[in-house]
């Protein structure tokens, strides 16, 4: 799952980057208003964890930004206002949740597990998907009732065919989702040829063939027939 985190305190910044990124998560940052409105002009997310006291804007703002151009991103308000008004206006602006400052980090992966479930899952902590199970807060992926051991990036691969079923994914799309915003540094998308067979490969081998279809000089797409 990639995430835009907006943050300008420097130690939270750090502090929460390193967490979220030990559970699993690409995570993109962003110091200032300027920095986060970039970004979500350019780049998709599953989900952006906003502060809505910035330097040089209100995260409001780019909450707003979201919904007029109807990203299908979550959003998570992390602020220091405590307000019932900051509440209510981030709800109605369409923000998914809101956690106020200071937070255990053990809220936050909970909170974040649980709008990606409503999102992408449909608030289930399963996947039935033709013949495979996945546990997504286990990391563990089941076909026909055997376990599959998959890489990270496999397992990242496979979820985010599984979070958008039949539909095209573009060979860009793929490898900003594995790698960030920084694949726009890349020469070649060769990497992502190889994450792919190695999951083609390992589906084939429990009897999940032919899941994941290439579109010729496109992309991908998840099978579901």
């Known amino acids: ?12 910044r750090l502090t929460l980057v390193d967490a979220l ?68 206006q981030g709800l109605d602006l369409g923000a998914d949740d809101y956690l106020v400052k200071p937070f255990h980090l053990s809220e936050l992966n909970a909170r974040l597990r649980a709008l990606l ?6 608030g289930q902590h399963h996947i ?9 807060e286990l990391a563990e992926v089941h076909v026909s009732g055997e376990l599959l051991t998959l890489t990270r990036k496999e397992y990242d691969l496979l979820l985010y065919f599984l979070a958008n ?7 860009e799309a793929v490898a900003e989702h594995l790698c960030g915003d920084q694949v726009d540094a890349a020469d070649s998308f060769d990497f992502i040829y ?19 279809r290439t579109i010729y000089g496109v992309g991908y797409k998840l099978s579901t027939e």
């Open 1 to 12: 799952m990639k995430l835009l985190l907006v943050e300008d305190e420097a130690a939270l």
């Open 21 to 88: 990124r030990q559970g699993g998560y690409v995570v993109e940052v962003a110091a200032d208003f300027a920095q986060a409105y970039e970004k979500i002009k350019l780049y998709q997310y599953d989900c952006v964890l906003v502060d809505l006291t910035l330097p040089d804007g209100d995260g409001l703002d780019l909450v707003r930004t979201l919904k007029a151009d109807g990203s299908l991103a979550g959003v998570l308000v992390l602020t220091a206002r405590d307000g019932i008004d900051d509440r209510v």
């Open 117 to 122: 479930r409503r999102r992408q899952f449909q």
């Open 128 to 136: 039935v998907f033709r013949d495979l199970l996945v546990w997504p």
């Open 165 to 171: 079923p039949g539909r095209l994914l573009t060979k």
């Open 194 to 212: 190889t994450h792919m067979k190695n999951l083609r490969k390992k589906l084939q081998e429990k009897g999940a063939d032919g899941y994941i």
